[in-house]
């Protein structure tokens, strides 16, 4: 692939996202700088790139709390088989230190192999010397040590590509690669520097090469306001993929990642006091929270509270990223993806939003958005802040049905021209 040379004087962007063979997406690069917006018709994939950034962002930052989880399910589970096997040689009631073993296993405690192993791996020796066990018992004892010693945890490259293929399973339904065609290939570069190179079936990572961090701490989707009506439905869903197996992949990544955010907004934004630089409810001179008492959200405003089944959708939809700043879960280091936040709001609103968007990319926060409204382009092309390089895609399929994802330099006629066209269509005449 030949990148456009850059022109003189050019903001050049930090991170570049290439995405081949997943949905409508095909051979696309896109350059993802503070602010990208991508709009274009319905059917193009503009999600599909959200959706895949979301993924790749969650498996870098999350690996670390997945090891420590897989790592103490593993020792959990093999301590407890050693445990099984010597408790059928060894009399409980005469020795209390095996017995509370046992009832440590059965708290919430965090295991640690240095402090908690040495008394079952040393009464499992001294069984084995003992030569009173059957043959069958014996290898029985053996192997349960042989495991608990042997068998090494993932590495951080394992769990990785693991998370990764968890978190674009449950996005894309279990469908990741387009139909009849080549491995999908996923590639990140961070200015000069690839930083990231996958190529994946619908059920494995065929190739995995990484070269260091992304260089963000977390990743949040939001796609409307529904999150807040069915909160109570995922909120309690593991975010990491874990004993989530009998969802088989009906709710997406990023629902259950959502839901898990406002979970810790709803326990923990009383206590909050930080100042904030950005108020998405200025509009509404109002705020939304959970009330225990309601059993849900709602939205304060002029000294009344109202249910958030009784809240138009379009203030919901705002709600749910004024919450998500409001307790910390966007700044300097993190990504907001926004697909088509323009839904359920009318065009004052629209705008609105889209200064809000614009303040928070003035904040650190890197946004993407997909649209369209050519309300939501106009306006951010006019509230974004120049000195950080907004990029402009249109998507849009080709004559050969294909799909494009077309830089258009910072000029955005092209794409109001299309999303006008619907209209001028009705009046009889064409968009000049």
């Known amino acids: ?85 010597l408790r059928r040689h060894i009399d409980l009631g005469e020795n209390n230190e095996l ?22 791996r040393n009464l499992a020796v001294d069984v084995l010397k003992k030569n009173e066990l059957t043959p069958i018992n014996r290898h029985r004892v053996m192997a349960a040590l042989k495991n608990f010693d042997d068998e090494l945890p993932d590495g951080e490259e394992r769990v990785i590509t693991k998370h990764l293929l968890r978190a674009l399973k449950a996005e894309f339904a279990g469908q990741i690669k387009k139909k009849n065609s080549h491995h999908a290939r996923i590639e990140i570069s961070d200015g000069a520097t690839k930083i990231l190179e996958v190529s994946l079936e ?39 993929g874990e004993n989530n197996r009998s ?20 326990e923990t934004i009383d206590l909050l006091t930080t100042d904030k630089s950005v108020n998405l409810f200025n509009v509404f001179n109002g705020g939304m929270r959970y009330d225990d008492d309601h059993s849900g959200f709602v939205l304060s405003k002029d000294s009344f509270e109202f249910p958030a089944n009784n809240v138009a959708s379009g203030i919901k939809a705002i709600a749910v990223v004024d919450m998500l ?11 907001l993806v926004l697909d088509e936040p323009e839904t359920n709001l009318h065009p004052t609103w629209q705008v609105q939003y889209a200064r809000a968007i614009c303040e928070l990319v003035k904040t650190g926060t890197k946004i993407l958005v997909t649209t369209h409204s050519p309300y939501m382009v106009e306006a951010i092309r006019t509230f974004a802040p120049a000195e950080l390089g907004p990029k402009f895609y249109f998507s849009h399929h080709t004559e050969k049905g294909s ?30």
């Open 1 to 85: 692939r030949k990148e456009p040379p850059q022109k003189p004087g050019r903001f050049r962007s930090v991170m570049k996202l290439y995405i081949d063979a997943i949905g409508k997406v095909v051979n696309s690069t896109i350059e993802l700088n503070s602010l990208t917006l991508i709009a274009g018709e319905n059917d193009t994939g503009k999600s599909t790139i959200g959706k895949v950034l979301f993924a790749i962002v969650q498996a870098f930052s999350k690996f670390p709390l997945v090891v420590q989880r897989e790592n103490q399910v593993k020792l959990r589970r093999d301590l407890e088989q050693l445990y099984i096997e």
């Open 202 to 240: 619908d059920n494995r990572i065929v190739d995995f090469k990484e070269s260091g961090p992304l260089g963000l701490r977390d990743a949040t989707f939001v796609d409307g306001p529904s999150i807040i009506q069915y909160f109570p439905g995922v909120s309690h869903l593991n975010s990491l």
């Open 325 to 335: 700043q409001r307790g910390e879960f966007l700044g300097s280091d993190t990504l």
């Open 247 to 266: 969802r088989r992949w009906t709710i997406p990544y990023h629902v259950v990642d959502l839901g898990n955010k406002l979970q810790g907004v709803k």
């Open 99 to 120: 017995a509370k073993v046992f009832s440590f296993f059965r708290s919430e405690a965090s295991l640690s192999k240095d402090i908690h192993v040495a008394l079952l």
């Open 403 to 432: 799909v494009e994802y077309k830089d258009t330099d910072g000029d955005i006629t092209e794409i109001l021209q299309a999303l006008a066209q619907p209209m001028f269509d009705l009046a009889g005449g064409d968009v000049e």
